[in-house]
Structures are given as C-alpha cells and as structure tokens.
C-alpha cells in the first residue's frame, strides 16, 4: 500500500536516532511504498487535500553506516485519499503553518486514514494536556503574570519548572529556586514581560536522574526509555543531550497507561509519547514523538520485536478493521 509521511524533509532524518526513520524503512521492508511530503507541500484544491509527494527510497552514500531516505524521481501531485494512511510525522513547533496543515487534513480525514487524528492534535496540548489527569500529575498551572509565577514558586516549595506552552525538545526549560537573583529576569523572558502564558509545574527531584519515555501505539504501551541529562545540564530530552538508558515498564507506567491510553485512542491519537517523571506524567507528546531507535537498542530487539515493526503490525491491523467496517 501507498502511505504518505509528513515530515519535514527527508535528508533531516537521522538514520541513527529518528522514530520517522524507521517508520519509513519498516514500510519498506514489509512491501509498502511510503511517500514523503512537507508542509509547504500540502494544498487544498476546493475541498480536497492534495500534496505534491515524492516516493521514498534507500540510499547508501560511501562511508555512511546506514542508507539514506532519499525522494525518487519527479514529484507528483496526489489527492490525500489516494493513499492508504497519511501519518503526520512533521516536528514541533505547532505554529500557523502546523495549524493550517491540520485543517487540511481534517478535509482527508474522511477518506482515508490519518494519524495523528488533527482534532486531536489541535485540541492535545502536550503541555496542557495532563490537567484532564489531576492525580496523576505534580501540581501544574499555566500563568502569565511574573507576580503569579513568584507566587507559585512559594506555593511549590521553592523549586519548580517553567516552560513554554508550546515549546518542544527541552528549547527554553528552567528551573526556578527562591533565592535566585536572577528570578525576575527568568520569568521575564519565560512570559515575555507577562505577554505570554507559560507552564509552572513543582519541581520533582527523580528529574536528576531522568524521565521516562513511554511509547503508546493505540493507547497501549510498547515500550520506555529512560532520559538521562547529560552533566550540568537540567533538561533529559535528547536534543538537548539527554542519553537514553534501559527502562522497564513500572506497574505505576501500566497504571498511568491504563487511565492515559483510551483517553488518547479515543481522539484518534495513534502514536503517543508520555512523559513520566518518578511516578507522575508530566507530559502527554502527540505532535512527533521519538524513542523507537534507543528503546530497539538498549533492549537488543529485532525484526518483528522491534519498535518499528510493532507500530506497523497494528496500523495494518487497523487499516484491515477499516476496510471491513
């Protein structure tokens, strides 16, 4: 089957690291053909979604470890429901033009498959999100003021979190310590002098020695690793040089995703990341979550154990659903 991926480009997928890598390949090697377009590619012609899309190919540049995905030949112009499944696989941020892409897509939604579901992606803050699980969760407010965020540090017992609300790999994270002389500077830039809501959440010591990515694939848990910061540095995400470590999956991680899981199948999120700090979800990651690569090698897995094959197994399982429906 055709499955077009959204991505942004293919030459910016890391063959060693990117979730969207092996996505693609894994079509590849069950005999699918994935096709690849961007945003910028996607148009509405009355009210049909059309994409001019390349298919996608294995390239093996000299000296390279692993083969490229590269575009083949010329570009075609494709309505979104010639293809089997459309998968939005375009990374944060979700600004004007990810929001435009969405309502393009909820006009493919119709015929044809795609995931993330938009509705959900519009309506799914990964910040926000979380604040439909309040026991679930550490204390979380979104806040504008400077004079609020001092506030809710005091509340908090003096350390907390800030972070955008629509930030995305770890860019513009702090923590906040009563004492610091530089606090009023920090919640000036975190708020943009007070023009700009931003996410106070307490602060939770396990965040030392990282947090746990779980990977969902229709609201149940394949697999997890664990976000190590590197030293100095307060932030676990990868792009920001987090290292991945050996997880299991917790009998709370099971807990949480039971109670996490339907919620997010329910609005058509197939392919989710959450985020798990000690015991508590701290974020729920819809837009272009990764963690496929490190969990297939700190857990050795391979052909049909991996990651990747098991987030086809069950699209395909889905797809079959639909086409009997």
């Known amino acids: 089957m055709d499955a077009l991926f959204i991505i942004d480009t293919p030459d910016t997928l890391n063959p060693d690291a ?3 890598y092996v996505m693609i390949t894994e079509a590849l090697r069950r005999g699918h053909q994935p096709w690849g377009t961007t945003l910028e590619d996607l148009l509405l012609d009355g009210n049909e979604a059309v994409a001019h899309a390349h298919p996608l190919v294995l390239s093996a540049p000299r000296g390279e470890r692993r083969p490229r995905i590269v ?48 509705r959900g992606l519009r309506d799914l803050n990964e910040k926000l999100s979380i604040l439909s699980f309040p026991d679930l969760i550490p204390p979380t407010k979104m806040l504008r003021r400077p004079a609020d965020l001092r506030a809710a540090l005091a509340e908090f017992g003096g350390k907390m979190v800030v972070k955008p609300v629509f930030g995305f790999g770890g860019r513009e994270v702090f923590r906040a310590f009563a004492g610091d002389p530089n606090l009023g500077a920090l919640f000036e830039v975190a708020t ?13 010591q396990a965040a030392t020695e990282g947090d746990k990515r779980v990977l969902l694939v229709d609201g149940e848990p394949i697999g ?23 997880a299991d999956l917790s009998a709370r991680d099971r807990e949480i995703c039971s109670r996490v899981g339907p919620f997010l199948s329910a609005r058509g999120q197939f392919f989710v ?10 974020e729920i990651n819809v837009t272009s ?36 429906s």
């Open 289 to 324: 979550p990764t963690g496929m690569q490190e969990i297939n090698e700190l857990q050795q897995l391979e052909n049909e154990n991996t990651m990747q094959a098991v987030f086809w197994l069950r699209l395909e399982a889905k797809l079959s659903a639909r086409a009997h």
């Open 273 to 282: 990341g959450l985020d798990i700090i000690g015991d508590l979800l701290t």
């Open 192 to 204: 943009r002098d007070g023009t700009q809501w931003t996410i106070a959440q307490a602060f939770l």
């Open 71 to 118: 575009p083949s030949g010329a570009s075609a112009r494709r309505a979104l429901s010639s293809f089997a499944v459309v998968l939005m696989r375009t990374d944060p941020p979700f600004d004007q033009d990810y929001l435009t892409a969405t309502w393009c897509l909820d006009l493919a939604r119709e015929q044809t498959l795609v995931l993330n579901d938009p």
């Open 18 to 20: 990117d979730s969207s």
């Open 224 to 246: 997890a690793v664990t976000r190590v910061p590197a030293p100095g540095e307060a932030r676990n995400n990868f792009h920001a040089g987090g290292r991945p470590a050996y």
